[in-house]
């Protein structure tokens, strides 16, 4: 999460530089309910103590403005496709979700009939 709110950062620093003002919040969605509390709540408990200087980026972040964080349910968050091993039906879900094609599908056809000349 930290890596991703230097990224915006830097994406709000270039979109100054090239003369387009972004004034609205950039909204970051998370699926772990205790990092939106950590980032969120300024005063840190006895458990969250030795949390790294990562932590404390993207709650200054989240205070000033350029940032909101949200919550999402983990069944639609279409990362997890990358990131997790899943279950084939909730594969299936999300990779429709990114509406990836396979293009050679038309193919299947034409390479098994080559294969059964051939052989």
């Not at 930290?2 to 830097?10: D, G, V």
């Not at 309910?33 to 030795?50: D, G, L, Y």
């Not at 997790?84 to 390479?111: A, C, D, R």
């Amino acid at each position: 999460m930290a890596a991703t709110t230097c990224e915006l950062q830097w994406l709000t620093y270039l979109l100054q530089d090239l003369g387009v003002s972004y004034t609205q919040p950039t909204t970051m969605y998370c699926d772990n309910q205790s990092t939106i509390q950590i980032a969120s709540n300024q005063v840190f408990h006895e458990h969250t103590k030795h949390i790294e200087i990562d932590c404390h980026i993207v709650q200054e972040k989240i205070n000033v403005g350029p940032l909101k964080l949200l919550p999402i349910s983990s069944s639609i968050q279409t990362a997890d496709i990358f990131t997790k091993s899943l279950p084939p039906s909730t594969f299936q879900l999300l990779h429709s979700k990114w509406g990836m094609k396979n293009i050679y599908s038309q193919l299947e056809g034409v390479i098994n009939f080559f294969f059964c000349i051939d052989g």
